[in-house]
């Protein structure tokens, strides 16, 4: 006997669809049924490798080029998701700007800005447009990727995880004003992975002695996530079987927060 997830029909927008871990969140669901609306900022060849992908594994991908921070693009974003399908089941923000590690004394304001603007004001304008989008339709689950640093402050880090906190206060905030629409609204809050941002950090940022360092000292497990981690850990948020959750967030850090 096998326990299989199941999911209310619908697409998936997922913003920041080609980064290390939005990516795999586009796949995962595409096997899982939903039809992908894949949302980048600037990475259109990863975009097309991915929508073909998916494709020619008998999915359906569209994608769409947006600043985030714009919010009429936003907007007309969700305008089109709606022509393409005639209900939105997920909306999943994976996105988020690139910088470089700094203490808060040496942050270039000007970086600061920018970051905030970006992640935080860029996550408002998705999530108000999914918290509109399933109020019409009468529910959807909603999905933000942040960090497993909100509960475990790091240093020369807070441009990641200063953000992620206001985004994470956003969800639990949809969470608690509509879930009598029946919209459920959670986190997930990745540790280091071996993807995306975090990989490259490691890569371009830590010598390999750091890295070792920070595998053996930091993470109970002893070893760093893959993007699938948390792909799964977001498709079960949002499936069925976690019908009863919401205004949670979901560390997948290997045990990094204890």
Aim: net charge negative; charged share 20%; hydrophobic share 45%.
């Amino acid at each position: 006997m096998s326990i299989a997830l199941s999911f209310v029909k619908g697409a998936a927008i997922v913003a920041g669809g080609t980064g290390g871990i939005g990516e795999a969140i586009c796949r995962r669901f595409a096997e899982a049924g939903a039809p992908i609306v894949l949302v980048y900022h600037g990475n259109q060849s990863k975009a097309d490798t991915i929508k073909a992908d998916i494709e020619a594994a008998g999915g359906q991908c569209d994608t769409f080029k947006v600043d985030l921070s714009d919010t009429a693009a936003v907007e007309e974003l969700f305008a089109s998701a709606r022509q393409l399908h005639s209900h939105i089941a997920h909306v999943v923000y994976a996105a988020g700007p690139g910088f470089d590690f700094a203490k808060i004394g040496e942050i270039p304001p000007e970086q600061w800005k920018y970051v905030i603007n970006a992640d935080v004001n860029g996550a408002f304008n998705l999530i108000q447009c999914a918290v509109q989008q399933f109020r019409q339709q009468g529910g959807g689950n909603l999905i933000g990727v942040i960090t497993a640093a909100v509960e475990c402050v790091p240093k020369a880090d807070i441009m990641s995880a200063a953000p992620k906190a206001a985004i994470e206060m956003l969800v639990r905030g949809v969470a608690k004003e509509s879930g009598k629409f029946g919209i459920r609204a959670n986190c997930v809050g990745p540790g280091w992975i071996n993807a995306g941002l975090g990989k490259k950090g490691m890569e371009e940022k830590l010598s390999p002695e750091q890295v070792e360092k920070i595998r053996k000292t930091t993470i109970p497990l002893q070893k760093f996530g893959e993007a699938d981690d948390i792909a799964y850990a977001a498709l079960f948020l949002c499936s069925q079987q976690a019908g009863f959750v919401t205004g949670q967030t979901l560390a997948v850090d290997g045990g990094a927060q204890i």
